[in-house]
């Protein structure tokens, strides 16, 4: 597919903003999308999702929708179910890759039935949540089950720190994750078109990659190639690719993996629409082999048209 010949009489969405707790960084990913595609010349329009996104999108009449969406209601296969229903293509991954991915419950699940090693981990709810039982695993990394962009996310070595963070997750989830901290090196594998790009090494300028670490700049270092070996970067990316094809993913996704000491990659999770900011790791790793931004986002949409989705 010539995919500027395609997109000559198109109209493009791009849909970003959002109800979830990731918003402000979806406007981010949204704004940069949205001046690529017009920088390209593109037909497009920005459209900030609300509760009545079906009929925004209506009176767009859009032909692609490119889903800048973080989290709940945008990275779960919510929005992606409304335009199967609406008939309208969109970027990334299909309702059923979606769901998985961000419920780390299900993704976990997926991973331990196939193989893919991920940290060992435990699932709860309020009334099940028992400090006792996970006081003689510590440390341990709390998360809520379906977030993303490390929001309500914690890093806890001691009682006090794990009720407190227990706490922060529940706001946000009815399910948390307790997940056996591995330390060791942090790595991220970007997937694009169903091959790995250069791996990136995460250096957070804490102890551990929190949500500043993500987004505010400074906070973090990306180091391409990962001061690893060759063998455990390229296992690596096996790694990446087969928990993106575990999960039935599509076009494009980012693999978050930990190396640890003795040079064993785990799985942490699949995030379904990566980030497009300024401080994000996916568009790092393709000017790493050679893919600008711009070019980046008509390869998403690219790749998005190309296949078929499960779901």
């Not at 994750?177 to 091959?195: D, F, H, N, P, S």
């Not at 400074?218 to 993106?244: D, E, T, W």
Request: charged share 25%.
């Amino acid at each position: 597919m010539n995919i500027k010949s395609w997109l000559k009489n198109k109209k493009i969405g791009v849909l970003y903003g959002g109800l979830s707790a990731e918003r402000d960084i979806s406007i981010l990913t949204g704004k940069a999308v949205l001046k690529a595609l017009k920088e390209e010349k593109c037909n497009v329009v920005g459209i900030d999702a609300g509760r009545d996104s079906a009929s925004q999108i209506k009176r767009s009449r859009i032909d692609f929708a490119f889903i800048a969406l973080h989290g709940p209601w945008g990275e779960d296969g919510t929005i992606q179910g409304m335009l199967e229903i609406m008939g309208i293509p969109y970027s990334g991954c299909g309702v059923l890759a979606s769901s998985l991915a961000l419920n780390k419950i299900y993704s976990k699940r997926i991973f331990d039935s196939l193989g893919i090693p991920t940290p060992k981990w435990w699932v709860f709810n309020k009334k099940n949540f028992n400090a006792r039982f996970l006081t003689s695993r510590f440390p341990l990394v709390i998360k809520p089950a379906a977030q993303g962009s490390a929001i309500g996310v914690s890093l806890v070595k001691d009682k006090k720190g794990l009720n407190n963070a227990a706490r922060r997750a529940f706001r946000l989830n009815s399910e948390i994750i307790a997940e056996k901290y591995i330390g060791g090196t942090e790595i991220t594998v970007g997937i694009l078109g169903g091959r790995a790009l250069p791996v990136i090494e995460i250096v957070p300028e804490g102890s551990f990659y929190d949500f500043k670490s993500k987004y505010k700049p400074g906070q973090s270092k990306h180091i391409i190639p990962p001061r690893l070996p060759k063998s455990v970067i390229k296992n690596a990316q096996q790694l990446g690719l087969r928990a993106f094809n575990a999960l039935g993913c599509k076009a494009v996704s980012r693999v978050d993996i930990i190396v640890d000491k003795r040079n064993k990659p785990w799985v942490l999770e699949v995030n379904t629409v990566p980030g497009m900011t300024e401080t994000s790791l996916l568009p790092d790793a393709a000017r790493a082999c050679g893919i600008g931004f711009s070019k980046l986002v008509l390869k998403i949409i690219e790749y998005s048209l190309n296949t078929e989705r499960y779901g």
